[in-house]
Structures are given as C-alpha cells and as structure tokens.
C-alpha cells in the first residue's frame, strides 16, 4: 500500500495526514480550507481541487469530517454529482474516522459492499495531542478482511487499534467511551470543588484520588482544575484540547444510539445537559474539561 487520499484535513485530520507522511505514504490530501491544505502540501503532500480527484487510483482513502450528513454525502454523492464510491477502485480500502451515527456508517458500508468496495468505520480517541503523536485509538467496525487490510494504515497514526465488530461497531463503541468520559470530567470536577470549597488543595486531593478508588484518566491525565496540571487545556484558559461542542455532539450521538435500543444511561442524559447548557454560555469552543467552570465559584 503506497498512496493515500486524506480528505478533512482540520485540528485532528491535518496531524494524522502528516503521520501518514512521516511513514512514507504518498498522500493526496484535500480540504474546504485552502490553508489546511498548504500546511500538508508543505510537508510532502499533494494537493488536489476535490475529494473525488484525490481518491481516484490511491490504495486507501482515510476521511475526517464533522458529522454523519458529511459522510454520506461524499461517498454517496448527489443526483448531479458523484460520490467517493462512485470513482474509487474497488480494490480501495475506505476508513472513516469521524465520530457519526452508527446507522449512518452502516448505510455507507452497505452501499460500499454493494459495489464489492471495503469500507471501514474507525472513529479514534486521543484527542489533537494524540492526533500530533501518532498515539491514537482507532476503533474499526469492519469485516475482519477489511480490517486487516486497513491495518497498516491506522498503524501509521495510532497506537492502539481495535476491532470491535462489523459495520457500525466502531460508533457504538467511540460514543459509550465518550459518553463515560463525560461523566467522568464532570464527576472529577464537582469533587474537586468540593474539596477546594472546603479549603484542600486541589493538587494535594488530585494525588489522593489518583491512588485511591476514586482514581480516573481525567485525574491522571486531564485534570480539570486549573493549575493542577501543565500542560492541559485547564491550565491554559481551556485553550486546546477536545471542544465542548463536539463533546455535545457525540453525547447526543449517545442518547439517539439509547433511544435505538431502548437503553437507560441517565448518567449519559445528565452530562449531556449539563454540557448542552455550558456550550449555550459561550463555551463551546473551548476545551471540555471547562465543565468545571460550573461548580466553580469563579
């Protein structure tokens, strides 16, 4: 496998596309943002006009974009205009690395299968930092054919990467991992208010939770108290990091997903208002752990 097309090239797309490159693919790369793809063409990429172009005779085509309505419409295309599926060789393997509906990536799939076309759903979990380092979590729904075709690709920009079932899989599985960290983050910060409202260090209290039962990636690698940790988003205005209006997506994602299966995660419900009423304040552009701003007495 030697040429890639990369089409979403934004905070996650753009490092992942330059990990591709950093492991020797040739990559075509193509995005709505001129600028994004002047960044990937300086780095070795080549630029294309259209999505379509750029995934026309590559070995794979990896794409990041914002939501399920985006998917579908560039790999199914329009009545006047053609979608990926429509001009790849069948021989392409397609990932999609967006965080979607699982139903969405399941009617891609199909379509794709149709056509005797593999097609990947692969969301990931790292975040930008994990995007720059070439460290994140890919989670494939997919044939195991497709799967091990893929393989060497995702190796290129993750560290972990696992199958977790056919078509539509991957979804499920990135929105209950992010429908846990939510609850996560916002349990971690109404502790830690606790604890300073009556007079603990958060620093001191981080290092006890970490150790104790309480302890939880946010603690250890997140913390949402300002000053606790460097080089976090809360350490830094909330700059950066993993925004709280994606964090309202894909807790939406969650419950549509509970509504489907006649599920009850009223934890899941709680943090998504909790987190849709923080983005309705003007947050929504800043990191997710500024949930914590809420219990504050800032």
């Known amino acids: ?8 090239l934004g905070n996650m797309g753009g490092p992942m596309a ?15 943002v001129p600028e994004a793809i002047a960044k990937l063409v300086e780095q070795g990429a080549t630029a294309f006009d259209s999505a379509t172009d750029a995934a026309k005779s590559v070995d794979a085509v990896v794409t990041m974009l914002p939501a399920g309505k985006h998917v579908k419409s560039l790999y199914l295309g329009f ?7 429509d001009v790849v060789n069948a021989d392409t393997v397609l990932i999609d690395s967006s965080t979607i509906d699982a139903e969405s990536a399941k009617l891609v799939a199909n379509q794709a299968a149709e056509k005797g ?27 195991d054919a497709a799967f091990d075709k893929a393989k060497p690709v995702l190796e290129a920009m993750g560290a972990n990467i696992f199958h977790a079932g056919s078509a539509g899989a991957g979804q499920v599985a990135k929105i209950c991992n992010n429908m846990l960290l939510s609850v996560l983050m916002v349990g971690t910060s109404e502790a830690l208010q606790l604890g300073k409202d009556h007079g603990l260090d958060p620093k001191v209290l981080s290092e006890i939770m970490k150790v104790s039962s309480g302890g939880n990636w946010t603690l250890e690698k997140y913390n949402p108290c300002p000053d606790v940790m460097e080089s976090v988003p809360s ?3 909330y700059q950066g990091g993993f925004m709280v209006d994606l964090m309202v997506k894909d ?10 299966t006649n599920s009850s995660t009223p934890m899941g419900a ?12 003007g947050h929504g552009r800043r990191d997710f752990s500024s949930i914590f701003e809420q219990f504050s007495k800032k």
């Open 79 to 85: 009545v006047d205009q053609d979608g990926l599926l």
């Open 235 to 237: 350490s830094n205005d």
């Open 270 to 281: 709680l943090a998504r208002s909790l987190y849709v009423n923080h983005a309705r304040q």
């Open 18 to 32: 330059a990990n591709l490159l950093k492991a020797g693919f040739s990559v075509n790369v193509f995005d709505l």
């Open 251 to 260: 807790l939406g994602l969650s419950q549509e997903a509970a509504l489907l």
């Open 117 to 143: 076309i593999e097609f990947i759903d692969a969301p990931v979990s790292g975040g930008t930092a994990g995007a720059a380092a070439g460290t994140l979590t890919f989670i494939c729904g997919a044939s």
């Open 1 to 8: 496998m030697k040429t890639i097309a990369f089409i979403g």
